[in-house]
């Protein structure tokens, strides 16, 4: 059986005053030692059962799993996550906003994708299986025409797909140039000599990811414009919107 919205109370009022551990140190998320070893929380997927909204899908970078078993560390994350414990960063409404429990659409549908994907037990839609009609006899013009109109909006879905993709890695690598870049010296960024080289590491992938998408798009663009007779310089930027280097 399905879980929905109104089978859950999502917030105490006993809380309306509480600040929450957004993230501790180097990490994106809350590293926690036991004595077995040590994972990470991820307070952004809590923010509604402390009453706080959720407006948007979290970033994938606030998502990233780490685990170590004691005894077998090789990376050091146990003497980091104790470092991390030195500077601990907590948001409050001031940060978060009114505390009125609610979820927006963009968050919603971004569960629902993941229920989907994890075969968890969501009331998501079904899709509607399609209907098809006998054959039809069309002259060849209008197949053509139909052919050019579904193209067209392929292009459109890709490219909308596309630029979503990069506004999320242009957020993240945003995010990234902050740790690296504009806050080297900061005081506690000081006490963790791996730092850097963590979010340095982390900005480059996502900085080459966001050129390999791009790079890939133009010889997509560029095959289906021969195969199809256009003009690939003109489709590219109308259909996708991003300067071409000469």
């Given at each position: 059986?399905?879980?929905?919205?109104?089978?859950?109370?999502?917030?105490?009022?006993?809380y309306?005053?509480?600040?929450?551990?957004?993230?501790c140190g180097?990490?994106?998320?809350?590293?926690?030692?036991g004595?077995?070893?040590?994972?990470?929380?991820n307070?952004?997927?809590?923010?509604?059962?402390?009453?706080?909204?959720?407006?948007?899908?979290?970033h994938?970078?606030?998502?990233?799993?780490?685990?170590?078993?004691e005894?077998?560390?090789?990376?050091?994350?146990?003497a980091?996550?104790?470092?991390?414990?030195?500077?601990i960063?907590?948001?409050?409404?001031?940060?978060?906003?009114?505390?009125?429990?609610?979820?927006?659409e963009?968050?919603?549908?971004?569960?629902?994708?993941?229920?989907?994907?994890?075969?968890m037990?969501?009331?998501?839609?079904?899709?509607?299986?399609?209907?098809v009609?006998?054959?039809?006899?069309?002259?060849?013009?209008?197949?053509?025409?139909?052919?050019?109109?579904?193209?067209?909006?392929?292009?459109?879905?890709?490219?909308?797909?596309l630029?979503?993709?990069?506004?999320?890695?242009?957020?993240?690598i945003?995010?990234?140039?902050?740790?690296?870049?504009?806050?080297?010296?900061?005081?506690?960024t000081s006490?963790?000599?791996?730092?850097?080289?963590?979010?340095k590491?982390?900005?480059?992938?996502?900085a080459?990811?966001?050129?390999?998408?791009?790079?890939?798009y133009?010889?997509?663009?560029?095959?289906?414009?021969?195969?199809?007779?256009?003009?690939?310089?003109?489709?590219?930027?109308?259909?996708?919107?991003?300067?071409?280097?000469?």
């Amino acid at each position: 059986m399905s879980l929905t919205n109104d089978d859950i109370s999502w917030y105490d009022r006993v809380y309306d005053t509480v600040q929450i551990i957004d993230y501790c140190g180097e990490f994106p998320n809350v590293p926690l030692l036991g004595t077995c070893g040590g994972i990470s929380y991820n307070p952004i997927l809590a923010r509604r059962q402390l009453g706080f909204p959720l407006k948007d899908k979290p970033h994938n970078i606030l998502l990233e799993g780490v685990f170590f078993q004691e005894g077998k560390d090789p990376q050091g994350l146990k003497a980091r996550m104790v470092r991390a414990w030195r500077k601990i960063h907590k948001k409050g409404r001031n940060d978060l906003g009114p505390k009125n429990c609610i979820a927006l659409e963009p968050y919603t549908s971004w569960v629902r994708q993941r229920a989907s994907e994890y075969l968890m037990p969501y009331d998501y839609p079904r899709p509607t299986l399609l209907v098809v009609a006998g054959p039809s006899n069309l002259p060849n013009q209008d197949v053509e025409e139909l052919r050019d109109e579904d193209l067209s909006r392929a292009w459109i879905r890709e490219r909308e797909e596309l630029l979503q993709q990069i506004k999320e890695k242009d957020t993240l690598i945003e995010f990234l140039e902050h740790q690296v870049i504009d806050d080297p010296n900061d005081t506690w960024t000081s006490l963790l000599p791996q730092s850097s080289k963590f979010w340095k590491r982390k900005y480059d992938r996502l900085a080459k990811e966001k050129a390999d998408m791009e790079a890939a798009y133009k010889r997509e663009i560029k095959k289906l414009c021969v195969s199809r007779g256009f003009d690939p310089v003109k489709a590219f930027v109308r259909f996708l919107a991003i300067p071409l280097d000469k």
